[in-house]
């Protein structure tokens, strides 16, 4: 049997994006219809925002961990968390944690570097784009990065935390992020992280200047794979 899938959820939409290409895509592993078994717990989104307002890290951690118990106890084997912004907290997190996690951004520069990216450009909340998440984990793996401007942070920031989170998807949200993702290309990026999991609702290869690097989805193949491989004899 497949290991036990456990979603540490913090915003409804990218939770659930995750959580349907699991069960979606678990088909293409396993035969029709099958899937992990998959668990979910989610504190109140705004519990995670007044820690997050305040610089407060370490009651985000709390909250992840909290969650991890829950699941741990619900029968999960491992944890993935669909929420790029928290992650801020998963290193403090991890040392405390009843089960291991897979960390959304090694999961994503692992694809970049084997889809022969180089120079990687950042998409998401003003907290992600201003952390050391994604360069960290890029540049670990000999990649290079572009962060979004001042401005642009602002308004991405708007448009997923007013927009995004509330599952309204405009079309000048999308004429945003292709303006944003063009300056990116511009400055030399050959593909851009879509680093906050609910900007795939809105954004993809279709429409992006640059080929996307879908955190949401990746995360969710990636539990696919450990839940497979790790249940193999």
């Known amino acids: 049997m497949p290991q036990h899938v456990g979603i540490v959820a913090c915003s409804a939409e990218g939770a659930a994006l995750c959580y349907r290409t699991l069960c979606v895509e678990g088909a293409r592993l396993l035969g029709a219809h099958a899937h992990p078994e998959i668990s979910m717990h989610t504190h109140s989104l705004a519990e995670y925002v007044k820690c997050i307002d305040r610089g407060d890290w370490q009651g985000v951690g709390e909250l992840m961990l909290s969650s991890a118990n829950k699941l741990a106890k619900a029968g999960a084997d491992f944890l993935i968390c669909p929420d790029n912004t928290i992650h801020q907290a998963l290193a403090d997190v991890e040392s405390r944690s009843p089960l291991p996690w897979l960390h959304i951004a090694e999961v ?3 694809q970049a570097v084997e889809s022969g990216f180089r120079r990687i450009g950042l998409t998401g909340t003003r ?5 050391e998440i994604y360069p960290d984990k890029l540049t670990a793996r000999g990649l290079e990065y572009v962060r979004p401007t001042t401005a642009e942070r602002e ?3 708007r448009i997923i935390m007013d927009e995004l989170v509330y599952g309204v998807l405009e079309p000048e949200a999308v004429a945003c992020f292709q303006r944003v993702i063009k300056r990116m290309k511009d400055e030399g990026c050959d593909a851009v992280v879509l680093g906050c999991t609910e900007i ?3 954004m993809n290869d279709s429409n992006s200047p640059l080929p996307t690097l879908d955190s949401t989805r990746l995360l969710a193949r ?6 497979v491989e790790s249940s193999a004899p």
Do not use: C, D, G, T
């Not at 990636?222 to 839940?227: K, N, Y």
């Open 222 to 227: 990636a539990a696919l794979r450990r839940a």
């Open 200 to 202: 795939p609702l809105i």
């Open 108 to 110: 994503v520069a692992a």
């Open 155 to 157: 308004e991405v920031n």
């Open 127 to 131: 907290w992600l784009v201003e952390s």
